[in-house]
């Protein structure tokens, strides 16, 4: 799917930084062998206030749906309830990307769908 290049993300990323709703533009484009000449649009969410990987990418080739991945965490993280708080905001900035990059797909996909010959 186009919109798993990694160049489109990172459009898409450099254009949900400027609207400031990133809360500090801590996400990337993941540098990935493409699979069967398919980018993977895996993009990462780095997490100050935690010990996990979180990843966000499209559910499934063809579909515009995004999904946010937690990964298994290798320690125990303990947190005061401030550093609970600031993880809280990093969450609810990773969704605000992950919805962002599903009306971006879906948006794009209208507009090939639209653009293709009848």
């Not at 990462?44 to 559910?59: D, E, G, H, K, R």
């Amino acid at each position: 799917m186009p919109f798993r290049s990694k160049d489109t993300l990172q459009a898409w990323l450099a254009e949900f930084d400027a609207s400031g709703a990133a809360g500090g533009g801590v996400a990337f484009v993941a540098d990935q062998d493409p699979v069967d000449g398919v980018d993977s649009g895996l993009v990462i969410f780095p997490l100050a206030n935690a010990t996990t990987s979180v990843y966000l990418a499209p559910m499934a080739v063809g579909a515009p749906d995004w999904r946010v991945t937690f990964e298994a965490q290798p320690e125990v993280t303990a947190l005061s309830p401030d550093a609970v708080y600031d993880l809280c905001r990093e969450l609810m900035h990773a969704a605000d990307l992950c919805a962002f990059l599903q009306r971006k797909s879906v948006a794009h996909m209208a507009q090939l769908e639209a653009d293709a010959p009848n």
